[in-house]
């Protein structure tokens, strides 16, 4: 076995926003031996995880599962839909959606850039009502889609996709919607057919659990309509086939079979808890952090109490502190890695992931390991975010929920 030398003692606190940590039953799961996968074994799995994975959406629509990281599950939802030299509409929630966006340059589309202006923008999400005004105007429908990030990892905030939704159909546009919940899904609220997503791209390192690797494109009707005369070059990316395959629970290639044997025990898992247990978890946890985060005397990231993650909290840390430094302490004296800052917030905060397998106990000991940290890289604090968070986690009264088997 590979063992790095520079690995510390004792278990890893993985604390970044995605990769999550992966739970002990998952790694066993996937230390099944790999099956053929022509086999009739495969096909059973194969059924079972492409049905499991609708209730995790919420849709009745086939999910298509790729052998690869989010990224390219953002390829697949625009070279599906969309031709070369397209006009699309995307929102500035954050270096994610920065990113998608340069993508979409790369790929050939005219990608138009909405948001507030600074990094004011990456504080606030998504503002429905803009982009109903930006669709309003364009009278001969020129905007073929409107792309927007669900849970902008790089920040922590979560945008509401039905204001979104909303906005579009009330200006009555055509344009399809595609959503990025690929840190949202299984941790906060999501809602693919009841909110009209034509194409939502999510990924398998978050809110499910899983080691990096698959990634995914819940798909609508029209979408699947725009993808019969949409004109951008796709081959491996290729809705049609996949489908056409996964009716009987097969791919047109070699797909990532222990992975899928994870996604099984993840489902298991989250159905297990309940969707609902599982988002009020991922609330509760942020809530305390935020309580912390407050407590300390520092600022949230996320300046709209309506839009916090409840996947991640971005941490601003006092003018002049570098925060990578911050981080560099945390994990240099802790073992714990938390997320950098990224793009326009490179420095100027870190961000606390509170999500997956994360449950009380493992977010005091996050939130201890911080608030050693900040004391140990000079910063004076307010007061005990540790204290304050043990106080609003005792004070909800909530138990933890048991884990149903349902497969
Ligand atoms: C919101 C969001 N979109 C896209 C990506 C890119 O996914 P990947 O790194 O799996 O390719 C990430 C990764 O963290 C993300 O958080």
């Excluded at 998608?100 to 004011?120: D, Q, R, Y």
């Excluded at 049609?240 to 629970?249: D, L, P, R």
């Excluded at 997320?339 to 509170?354: Q, S």
Aim: charged letters at 20%.
């Amino acid at each position: 076995m590979l063992t790095l030398d520079f690995h510390p003692a004792g278990r890893h606190f993985l604390q970044i926003p995605g990769p999550s940590p992966v739970p002990d039953r998952i790694l066993r799961a996937m230390s099944y031996p790999t099956i053929d996968h022509r086999g009739p074994e495969f096909g059973a799995l194969g059924l079972k995880v492409l049905s499991g994975i609708q209730k995790i959406f919420k849709t009745s629509q086939p999910v298509i599962i790729y052998p690869a990281s989010g990224t390219g599950a953002w390829e697949a939802a625009l070279s599906n839909t969309l031709s070369p030299g397209d006009h699309v509409l995307m929102y500035e929630t954050g270096h994610f959606a920065t990113l998608w966006k340069k993508m979409a340059e790369a790929l050939g589309l005219k990608p138009e850039f909405l948001g507030l202006p600074g990094i004011e923008g990456w504080r606030r999400g998504v503002q429905a009502d803009m982009i109903a005004e930006r669709l309003r105007a364009d009278t001969g429908h020129s905007i073929k889609a409107v792309c927007v990030v669900h849970n902008e990892t790089s920040t922590g905030v979560t945008s509401n996709i039905a204001a979104v939704r909303k906005a579009i159909d009330s200006v009555g546009h055509p344009a399809l919607l595609l959503v990025d919940t690929i840190s949202g899904l299984a941790c906060a609220d999501y809602r693919h057919d009841e909110w009209g997503v034509d194409v939502t791209v999510s990924g398998s390192q978050k809110g499910l659990m899983l080691p990096p690797g698959i990634s995914f494109n819940a798909v609508s009707k029209k979408a699947i309509e725009a993808s019969k005369t949409a004109k951008l070059p796709r081959a491996f990316w290729d809705w049609t086939e996949i489908i056409e395959m996964n009716k009987v629970g097969y791919w047109p290639y070699t797909p990532n079979t222990n992975l899928l044997y994870g996604l099984h025990e993840a489902l298991d898992m989250i159905l297990g808890e309940g969707l609902d247990n599982v988002f009020a978890r991922h609330q509760r946890l942020a809530a305390a952090c935020r309580t912390a985060v407050d407590t300390w005397g520092l600022e949230v990231q996320c300046k709209d109490a309506a839009v916090y993650s409840p996947v991640l909290t971005g941490v601003m840390t006092p003018e002049g502190v570098d925060a990578d430094a911050v981080r560099k302490v945390i994990y240099e004296r802790f073992n714990m890695s938390l997320g950098t800052g990224l793009g326009k917030m490179k420095g100027r905060m870190f961000r606390i992931g509170h999500l997956g397998e994360a449950n009380e106990l493992t977010l005091m000991a996050t939130l201890a390991g911080c608030e050693m940290g900040l004391k140990l890289a000079g910063i004076k604090l307010a007061g005990s975010g540790v204290a304050a968070a043990m106080e609003n986690l005792s004070a909800s009264g909530q138990e933890t929920p048991r884990l149903q088997r349902v497969s």
